[in-house]
């Protein structure tokens, strides 16, 4: 994952043998699972299953999945919900910072969209559908006074087959993310400059900044945004709750299949996610081909001279949508935490009767132990992952060789595969080996998709941190052992700490990896809440996923307040 010669001077000391293995540790943790997954899905699908007594080679497994007739229903959804996400979270994200960086209200936007990053996807989703559905909040608070409704109206909004409200909870989850990706592009984009000149030359703000800094913020995005369109074509808690059920998307259907009793099924399932990798590497194929058309009707665009003086209803709409997805993040919240504590709240009444706390108090030994659970798992993981990829950077450091296109590419490989492509092999595989029991495969599960996260999180406060330091106490006689240790990581505390509440977010937030991996045997917050989603009662789902979200928010409360805790005598180390 490096390219640069080693440069002279006190980063070039030669790395430990342990160390200088880190880089290869986790490129292992990170791809080999997949690759095992990938291969434990190739099989099944051309007819080698030994579990199930099967030994033959065949394509019946694709013939049934070509067989089932809601096929082309369940690859339309997964191709335009993933496709129309990913576009709407990308056009919101870009008017957004086309039209108000560097102002006073994008810095208000920012506030309110850089926490909702770590907001589970499943509880969002949960909120969303108590928010819009017919009975929902809205619903209520716009009725009879506004919408003459005295009853849930009779409307299919949530699991419509379409899958609108599925695509609206995607867009709404996914602009925070895109945005935090982008406003650390801005810095490497060298935008404020290239702004006052487009500006200088009597341009727009929008126009100047899509004609002169949207080219080279994308060029460093375009990753990212192929996360975005792969997790969207293909994920499965947000599909079960706000996706339509007949057929629902490929992504639910294969997991059906996988938790068929009959085994054949597996089959199908194996051949199910093969598809479902081929969809993905389509569109992510046509997106780009889509960039490159852009690319140059942008150049012929950008030369034509428009100014684009009269671009005010743009910077407004930009503005508008990152707000209402921000405030349909923090409603949905809201109605999650109301129907937790709600006693009887009847129809179009705008709140509930009473409150009380009998539904926590009827579920709280179930959210303990899966809490447990979720708290064992995310944190071995995240400690997994930051000794191995604080053992990377410094192995970076110490070569003096920055990481490549190439190593960024392998970081983000286990965010562009499917889960659904690879997950059910890998779940086959172990049950093959028998060591589909337990704890460790699901930490090394999740650890796939923490890895990715805590990397790029961490990499650049690691690479921004004064080398001068360094220079200093090694001339004191430091070793580079005590220069890491004694230095390094105390001055790094609050990114290191910011990068494992990122990481612990991820693992909460994991539904299928736990779900496969540990044979539905292993409970945890997400998974208990989204098992729910099939029933009827609010007031539970209220419940689970307020927890769900609790158990993200606090340890970014405790990254925040321990630096400042601790380092309150040294201001120079609260960095």
């Known amino acids: 994952m490096s390219g640069r010669v080693a440069p002279s001077g006190p980063s070039a000391h030669a790395a430990p043998p342990l160390l200088a293995a880190m880089p290869a540790l986790t490129l292992i943790a990170m791809l080999g699972p997949v690759a095992a997954g990938l291969a434990g899905t190739l099989l099944p699908a051309l007819g080698y299953l030994p579990a199930a007594g099967l030994t033959d080679w065949s394509t019946d497994a694709f013939a049934a999945l070509w067989a089932w007739p809601g096929l082309g229903a369940a690859t339309r959804l997964s191709l335009t919900t993933g496709l129309f996400a990913t576009a709407g979270a990308l056009g919101i994200v870009t008017l957004i910072l086309a039209g108000w960086s560097g102002t006073r209200s994008f810095r208000l936007l920012e506030r309110l969209l850089s926490p909702l990053l770590s907001v589970p996807h499943a509880a969002t989703a949960f909120g969303l559908a108590f928010l819009i559905s017919p009975s929902g909040w809205l619903a209520r608070l716009t009725s009879p006074w506004a919408t003459g409704w005295d009853r849930p109206p009779d409307l299919l909004i949530v699991q419509d087959p379409w899958g609108l409200a599925m695509t609206a909870g995607l867009v709404a989850k996914e602009v925070p993310f895109l945005l935090l990706m982008a406003l650390a592009a801005l810095g490497q984009a060298d935008a404020a400059r290239r702004m006052r000149v487009a500006r200088s030359l009597g341009y727009g703000r929008v126009t100047g900044w899509l004609k002169t800094v949207f080219p080279a913020v994308y060029a460093q995005i375009r990753l990212p945004v192929y996360v975005v369109l792969a997790y969207s074509m293909s994920v499965v808690d947000v599909a079960m709750i706000l996706g339509p059920s007949t057929p629902p998307p490929l992504s639910v259907q294969i ?118 659970t979720t708290a064992l798992i995310a944190l071995a993981a995240t400690l997994a992952a930051l000794v191995l990829v604080t053992g990377c950077l410094e192995a970076e450091h110490r070569s003096g060789r920055a990481i490549t296109p190439r190593g960024m590419f392998l970081i983000y490989l286990p965010l562009l595969v499917p889960q659904t492509a690879f997950l059910p092999g890998l779940q086959t595989l172990l049950l093959t080996l028998g060591a589909d029991t337990g704890l460790l495969p699901v930490i090394a599960a999740h650890l796939v998709f923490v890895l990715p996260y805590v990397f790029l999180s961490l990499g650049d406060p690691w690479r921004a941190w004064d080398g001068r330091n360094a220079t200093v106490a090694a ?24 990068s494992a509440a990122v990481a612990i977010a991820v693992s909460v937030g994991q539904y299928l990896p736990t779900l496969l991996v540990g044979g539905g045997r292993v409970s945890t917050l997400t998974t208990e809440a989204v098992a729910l989603a099939s029933g009827g009662d609010r007031r539970a789902i209220g419940v689970w996923g307020v927890a769900q979200t609790a158990a993200v928010f606090l340890p970014f409360a405790l990254a925040l307040a321990l630096p400042a805790l601790i380092w309150r005598h040294r201001r120079g180390l609260h960095g």
Request: charged share 15%; glycine share 14%; with cysteine.
């Open 255 to 372: 997991v059906i299949w996988m938790g068929d009793p009959e085994l054949q099924r597996r089959l199908v399932a194996a051949a199910g996610a093969l598809l479902q990798l081929g969809l993905v590497v389509g569109a992510l194929a046509a997106w780009r081909l889509g960039e490159m058309a852009v690319g140059r009707l942008g150049c012929l665009w950008a030369m034509n001279g428009g100014r684009g003086r009269r671009d005010a209803g743009l910077r407004y709409a930009g503005f508008a949508f990152g707000t209402l997805a921000a405030l349909a993040v923090l409603a949905s919240l809201a109605c999650l935490g109301l129907w937790s504590v709600a006693g009887f709240w009847g129809y179009p009444a705008p709140l509930p009767d009473t409150l009380d706390l009998q539904s926590w108090t009827r579920h709280l030994p179930g959210i303990a132990a899966a809490g447990g």
């Open 475 to 498: 001339a004191l006689g430091t070793s580079p052992a005590g220069v890491l240790f004694r230095i390094r990581l105390p001055m790094l505390l609050r990114p290191i700490l910011t």
